[in-house]
Every structure is written in C-alpha cells, then in structure tokens.
C-alpha cells in the first residue's frame, strides 16, 4: 500500500515535447509539493498545493503547469520540453502547510533527447 | 533568503564508528528541520523532525540535535552499519510549506 506514488518512474523524450507525471497519494494529506532535484542533487521545491488551491509557485518557467483534480492527486505537466529540464522530479505531501513532515515518492527520472 | 549547507559532501567510515553529520542554515527563524535518507534511485525517507521549540529527537540509533541560535544541526549515527550507507540531506522549513534542502552527505560505511 503505496502511501506516495508517481508515474512514470522513468521518462526519456525528445526536446518539444510535452509531458506529464502523475502523483497521488492515499494518506489523506491536504497538501502536496513538486520538487526538482539536479544532477549535483540540489533538491527545490517547484510548487505546493494546499487542498487544491496553489500556495507555492517558485521561480519555474510557465512552461510547468501543476494541476490538482482533487487533493489526492498533483499532476505536473511540462510543455516543450528543454534539455536543461532533465532531473529527478520528486512529488511529497503532508498532512498541512507547517510543521509536518513531508512524504516523498519514489521520483521520476525525466531525460530530455 | 534561507540557505541550507552540509559538510562534508562525502564521508566514509568503518562500520562500528559513531559519526556526525552537520548542516548549518543561515535564517534561524524555522518552523522545523528535517533529516532526510535518499538511497540511490529512490525517493526520500525522513528520518527525523526537530520543530522549532526542540533541541533534539531521537530515534534508535540516529539522535538529531537542532541549535537555532547558531543555525546548526547534527545527526548522530551511533554504531553505523554498511546499511546506513546513503545520502543524508537536510531540510529546513522556514515558511508555511516551503521546505529548503541542503546538498547532502554522501555516507558510506566500509564492512
């Protein structure tokens, strides 16, 4: 019983295209998160979602959009994709906004051709 | 702005020794810290929470210390063992939901 879960878990493409992972969680958590982690393994939040409303938007091209169909689920969907964009994508929730700790999927690798 | 440091990058130990692992941070005013264990190709397993208010939490033979005032904290890995070998990274979160991570530590115990 998967308490965080992405898919894919692996993803390689060609530069242009758009793509999207999928995140869900069965821990009945109220906000979820995207993180990127780089190839020095610098891990950044990217986006918060609290019971489906957005409340974290760093610094990211537009060109990521997250979408929240309902609070058990973050999908992050990335438009013409670039070669800087390949990474480790992690997506965790926590119970609320503050002071919980954060569960983490297993992660997806995107690679960008 | 937060930022989050971990010294050493990399460490290597023979298995039995008891080890720190550091991390510094240079806003003191944090909701709570983190201490995460990322094994190669996986996701992220928290360890252990410090809120605010703490200076330390424990857990078997991993005892975290939090000093705000200095912007540190440790993990202690007491008696390691070749399976504690991974990558321990250290999160501090110091506004509603915005968690910054540190750049880890590469742990390796040699048998």
């Known amino acids: 019983d998967t308490a965080v879960s992405q898919t894919p878990k692996y993803l390689v493409t060609q530069m242009g295209n758009d793509k999207s992972i999928k995140c869900e969680q069965n821990?009945?958590?109220?906000?979820m998160y995207w993180y990127k982690q780089d190839s020095k393994k610098f891990l950044k939040i990217m986006f918060s979602?609290?019971?489906?409303?957005?409340?974290i938007n760093e610094t990211v091209p537009n060109r990521f959009s997250p979408k929240s169909p309902d609070k058990a689920h973050l999908n992050l969907h990335i438009n013409s994709l670039e070669l800087g964009d390949s990474a480790v994508y992690f997506c965790?929730?926590?119970?609320?906004?503050?002071?919980?700790?954060?569960?983490f999927g297993p992660g997806t690798r995107l690679t960008v051709l | 702005k937060q930022e989050v440091t971990q010294i050493p990058a990399a460490l290597s130990v023979p298995e039995g020794e008891n080890l720190v692992l550091n991390c510094s941070f240079t806003?003191?005013?944090?909701?709570?810290l983190q201490w995460f264990r990322q094994d190669p190709g996986k996701g992220l397993t928290s360890l252990l929470l410090?809120?605010?208010?703490?200076r330390e939490q424990t857990s078997g033979r991993l005892n975290a210390s939090l000093d705000k005032s200095s912007g540190r904290s440790t993990l202690y890995i007491a008696a390691s063992q070749p399976g504690d070998s991974a990558t321990y990274l250290c999160a501090v979160n110091s506004s509603a939901s915005k968690i910054i991570f540190g750049s880890g530590t590469r742990l390796s115990i040699r048998p």
């Open positions: 979602y609290n019971n489906k409303e957005l409340i």
């Open positions: 965790a929730s926590s119970p609320d906004r503050t002071s919980d700790t954060q569960y």
């Open positions: 806003d003191s005013a944090i909701y709570n």
């Open positions: 410090i809120q605010s208010s703490q």
């Open positions: 821990l009945g958590h109220d906000t």
